[in-house]
């Protein structure tokens, strides 16, 4: 029986072969649809690393020029331009000469534009991002898609306050609809070289009819010496003389870190302003004493 199946040469029918060929085709399609999807998503993952690498070469290059910024002078701390949140531009130091840094987003052109300026410095124009006055621009960032969603935030809003900025960067290679999507990169950079306003304190203590006013509790960030300039709620009158810009005369009763006040009797509701060499200042919340005397009892 062995043999004779052995010696029967009828082969497969043409359906067995048809089947054979069908499988095959069903089995090669499968195979090379999965090797296709493979190939997208690693050239997609590619992209979207590329794309990322360039946004962490960007934030570096703007945390590196944050860190040396440069005020106009040793004091002043302007160097904080523009802080808005799709434009930045502030005074940086480079190994010869201090210039102007700006960093802007373009939402239509998804890119994050960084345009350098030497003295005679100029503002950018308004809503330009780049601004072609400017004579240097280059893309700093491709494939930015922050949209109407801001690129930087500040820990202040005056320029001269701002001590800390934030670039969040959303960054997206393909169509919002397609794989890999959207993701974000983000960093925080602290302002070293920029002043910090200081911050005002003191005790008021009463003393038969002497307040004795003492401001030694305030302080400076960066260690400067102060200025300290007394004030009584109740006085209309200038008691100090020539005071610095920015800060209120009216209302000035002395000076001086620790300052011996003998007022009128009843109560007084006394507050202390600071000020530093760069002009910033702050102000003491009020507080009241009561200080004895004729027809007066505490």
């Known amino acids: 029986m062995i043999r004779g199946r052995l010696a029967d040469e009828a082969g497969v029918t043409l359906v067995e072969m048809l089947v054979v060929l069908v499988v095959s085709a069903v089995v090669m399609g499968a195979t090379l649809t ?3 999807q493979f190939e997208q998503t690693t050239g997609s993952n590619q992209m979207l690393n590329d794309a990322q690498n360039q946004v962490r070469v960007g934030l570096g290059g703007l945390a590196r020029e944050l860190r040396n910024m440069a005020s106009p002078t040793n004091e002043l701390p302007r160097a904080v331009v523009v802080a808005e949140d799709s434009d930045l531009v502030f005074q ?13 987003y373009s939402a239509s052109a998804k ?142 009763v002395g000076k001086g870190v620790v300052y011996n006040y003998a007022p009128a009797a009843g109560t007084r509701h006394i507050y202390l302003v600071v000020h530093d060499p760069a002009t910033l200042t702050d102000q003491a919340p009020n507080q009241s004493v009561c200080v004895p005397g004729p027809g007066v009892t505490c």
Not at 99 to 104: A, D, E, T
């Open 34 to 36: 999965t090797f296709t």
């Open 92 to 104: 940086s130091v480079s190994s010869t000469q201090t210039r102007r840094v700006r960093y802007c």
């Open 111 to 252: 890119e994050m534009w960084r345009q350098v300026q030497h003295e005679p410095f100029t503002f950018p124009a308004s809503g330009s991002c780049p601004d072609m006055a400017w004579g240097s621009q280059r893309a700093a960032v491709d494939n930015v898609v922050n949209g109407v969603r801001p690129v930087f935030s500040y820990n202040a809003t005056e320029l001269t306050a701002i001590t800390e900025v934030a670039a969040t960067f959303y960054v997206d290679v393909n169509e919002s609809t397609k794989r890999p999507s959207e993701t974000s990169l983000q960093t925080s950079v602290f302002l070293r070289n920029q002043n910090r306003s200081p911050v005002a304190s003191f005790t008021a203590t009463v003393s038969g009819a002497t307040v004795i006013l003492n401001g030694s509790g305030s302080s400076d960030p960066e260690g400067r010496a102060l200025e300290f300039y007394w004030y009584d709620s109740a006085v209309t009158g200038n008691l100090c003389g020539a005071v610095p810009d920015g800060v209120e005369a009216t209302g000035c």
